[in-house]
T-cell receptor, first 114, second 111 residues
Framework: DGGITQSPKYLFRKEGQNVTLSCEQN?????MYWYRQDPGQGLRLIYY???????QKGDIAEGYSVSREKKESFPLTVTSAQKNPTAFYLC?????????????FGPGTRLTVL | KNEVEQSPQNLTAQEGEFITINCSYS?????LHWLQQHPGGGIVSLFM???GKKKHGRLIATINIQEKHSSLHITASHPRDSAVYIC?????????????FGKGTKLSVKP
């Protein structure tokens, strides 16, 4: 079955450590997205990539980095520069040049920084 | 940039009640998502609709493009419907192709 996988589901890290969240899709989608969710807030865009080897900052990119070396993979690194990294992180993907309303979602990773 | 407002923020219902969750947005769109997020965090896409009404089991979603408003209804609600329901619309403000999300409606259905 095609879909998006994110691992792990729950992740704990000590303050000051970088951590990388995995996102893999086998839908052959060109565009991939990372969103962040905080309690009481809507999901917000961190980074997006529309093609391999290219990515752009979203609304809240500070303290995060990404790479897009393969079409199926879009890992997100939460760096020590991110002031409040504890949140729920959601990866999504879609076919390029299709309306934004055809996005598919991964199951998410809940990151807790201790 | 599109603004998405959902109401109510929190909703408690008794099992069997009819539930309505509302979503309004500020910029015209071609379609709207309704998503369900369970306590574990995973998000499931319930509906994507561009006009009229869609039905899936006990869930019904309607949209009025002219009024920039959508509603999600749950008939004969059940405790397993307890979740956060989120509406989302395309971001037409840039080339990102991302969605803009409402803050969600937390539904709790009591037995």
């Amino acid at each position: 079955d095609g879909g998006i996988t994110q691992s792990p589901k729950y992740l704990f890290r000590k303050e000051g450590q970088n951590v990388t969240l995995s996102c893999e899709q086998n839908l052959n989608h060109d565009a991939m997205y990372w969103y962040r969710q905080d309690p009481g807030q809507g999901l917000r865009l961190i980074y997006y990539s529309q093609i391999v080897n290219d990515f752009q900052k979203g609304d809240i990119a500070e303290g995060y980095s990404v790479s897009r070396e393969k079409k199926e993979s879009f890992p997100l690194t939460v760096t020590s520069a991110q002031k409040n990294p504890t949140a729920f992180y959601l990866c999504a993907s879609k076919i390029q040049h299709q309306p934004a309303d055809t996005q598919y979602f991964g199951p998410g990773t809940r990151l807790t920084v201790l | 940039k599109n603004e998405v407002e959902q109401s109510p923020q929190n909703l408690t219902a008794q099992e069997g009640e009819f539930i309505t969750i509302n979503c309004s947005y500020s910029v015209g769109i071609s379609a709207l998502h309704w998503l369900q997020q369970h306590p574990g965090g995973g998000i499931v896409s319930l509906f994507m609709l561009s006009s009229g009404k869609k039905k899936h089991g006990r869930l019904i979603a309607t949209i009025n493009i002219q009024e920039k408003h959508s509603s999600l209804h749950i008939t004969a609600s059940h405790p397993r419907d307890s979740a956060v329901y989120i509406c989302a619309v395309p971001n037409y403000g840039g080339s990102q192709g991302n969605l803009i999300f409402g803050k969600g409606t937390k539904l709790s259905v009591k037995p």
